[in-house]
């Protein structure tokens, strides 16, 4: 069974940066999707970007420009980058995996999740 672990979260300040990482036990399939999403208090989880085996990527409109999606396939990792951080981007971010090219958004899509690394915009 795929297990994922998020790391790289932190405190940061508005504008700021910070690097995700979502390393995968394994992929036990040869067609993939990651998406890193994410839950803020209150507030339903939400896609925030993908990217698939075949190197496709796609972003939610919050995020696009300032956020970038890769993948490292020999170390089974997959990077969020995340730059000029805003406070709407507070949240606990999550990878998860399904075994689909199509990029699902929706987070009921994905099979396997990662456990939560907190990223918190200060003023």
């Known amino acids: 069974e795929v297990q994922l672990q998020a790391s790289g979260g932190g405190l940061v300040q508005l504008g700021g940066s910070l690097r995700l990482s979502c390393v995968a036990s394994e992929f036990p399939f040869d067609d993939w999707t990651i998406g890193w999403f994410r839950q803020a208090p209150g507030k339903e989880r939400e896609g925030v970007s993908f990217v698939t085996s075949d190197g496709f990527t796609e972003y939610s409109d919050s995020v696009q420009g300032r956020f970038t999606i890769s993948s490292d396939h020999a170390k089974n990792t997959v990077y969020l980058q995340m730059n000029n951080l805003r406070l709407a981007d507070t949240a606990v971010y999550y990878c998860?995996?399904?075994?689909?090219?199509?990029?699902?958004?929706?987070?009921?899509?994905?099979?396997?999740w990662g456990q939560g690394t907190l990223v918190t915009v200060s003023s």
């Open positions: 998860a995996a399904c075994s689909s090219l199509t990029i699902a958004t929706m987070p009921h899509k994905y099979g396997y």
